[in-house]
């Protein structure tokens, strides 16, 4: 992953001490693993990445990217770095833009963690919603760009492509809420918020009717995609470690979620002037989404907007757990543990807008 621009997250940096792995060894494995592979190599730590650490693999022939499982104790079901090798490379298969994938060990004596690695596309990451770089006339063909690369995903025949048995198809926010309310009761050295409390009792008695099935991300934003040098045009899409069988509707929703969203928290359009930036408006790309996908609109937004505030509120919630035990593998963690009472209340506002 390449960003140009210059920001906080953007680049690599040496790796940190806590991330350190054998590096002759993985160049061996690299040796007997991915075809066309010629060292040396030299390793650099992302700065970005908060759950799984991403390494730069740079070689004279060509550059890699590693993902891998973070070293120590981890909860049950996290970090599945298998699960995303696997969806990568069956998506890259019908063209859905991805990195390509060289590899995947769960041979945890290599490095001391599961690990895959796969190509390093070149592009720009755009980490501010408002596409900063970009001028008023080109903003609004980025936006479709996202708009169209979501609504080919929820397009494609997962069971076609091998992912069958990727998740469980159906009563997918129930088993979310489930998953999420768990794993923030569980980890008790994050501690209870009153705001939590509130969203995992109402969220399970509020679900609207109706299935749907399709292949989700789960962290549908713009600063997951690596887009053309120089082109409105979404080359790859990153970090599909929350991907599973979903709603269509909760993976697009979340993504709509910039709208709303604090830039401060994460990627957000919330309190933007997005007339004067030419930015489409929510309704706007909203209805784009549904032409796309043979829809007339979106009953319950609030509920499917309210869900997902509370999702990523309980993925802050664990990410302050993994700074509190000094797991996290991002430079920036502690700022997102910091903004965790903060995305709980706005979590809670969406549910009682609902009500």
């Known amino acids: 992953m390449s960003a140009l621009g210059d920001d906080a997250n953007a680049g690599t940096t040496a790796v940190r001490d806590a991330y350190r792995f054998d590096e002759a060894a993985l160049a061996r494995w690299m040796a007997d693993h991915v075809e066309g592979y010629r060292g040396p190599l030299t390793v650099e730590q992302f700065k970005g ?9 740079v070689t004279p022939g060509r550059n890699y990217v590693l993902r891998r499982k973070p070293p120590g104790d981890t909860l049950k079901g996290a970090h599945a770095v298998d699960r995303e090798a696997r969806v990568l490379s069956a998506l890259g298969g019908v063209g859905f833009p991805v990195a390509h994938v060289f590899g995947l060990c769960t041979d945890e004596s290599v490095i001391g ?76 050295d994050a501690g209870r918020d009153p705001d939590m409390d509130a969203l995992i009792a109402w969220l399970p008695e509020n679900i ?4 749907e099935s399709s292949i989700v991300h789960g962290d549908f934003r713009c600063d997951n995609m690596i887009f053309h040098p120089t082109e409105p045009r979404v080359l790859a899409v990153l970090d599909w470690e929350l991907s599973t069988l979903g709603h269509p509707l909760a993976d697009f929703a979340y993504h709509a979620m910039m709208y709303q969203m604090p830039p401060d928290i994460v990627a957000g359009l919330g309190g933007v002037d997005i007339g004067a930036l030419n930015i489409p408006s929510e309704a706007d790309y909203v209805a784009a989404y549904c032409a796309r ?50 995305l709980s209340a706005l979590a809670r506002q969406s549910m009682e807008k609902c009500a």
């Open 113 to 188: 963690s599961w690990f895959y690695v796969m190509d390093m596309v070149e592009g720009r990451i755009f980490w501010d919603a408002t596409f900063p770089s970009v001028s008023n006339a080109e903003r609004p063909a980025y936006f479709d760009a996202m708009n169209a690369a979501i609504a080919q995903l929820h397009g494609i025949d997962y069971a076609a492509i091998g992912l069958g048995d990727y998740g469980k198809p159906g009563n997918y926010f129930a088993r979310q809420i489930g998953r999420w309310s768990r794993q923030y009761l569980d980890d008790q």
């Open 49 to 57: 990445g908060q759950s799984n650490p991403t390494y730069k693999l």
């Open 293 to 342: 996908t043979g829809r007339t609109g979106i009953a319950h937004w609030d509920f499917y907007i309210a869900f997902n505030y509370f999702r990523l509120a309980a993925i802050f919630h664990g990410i302050k757990g993994r700074v509190i035990r000094g797991t996290a593998a991002s430079a920036h963690a502690r700022e997102r543990a910091k903004a965790l009472p903060r």
């Open 208 to 211: 609207p009717a109706g299935e």
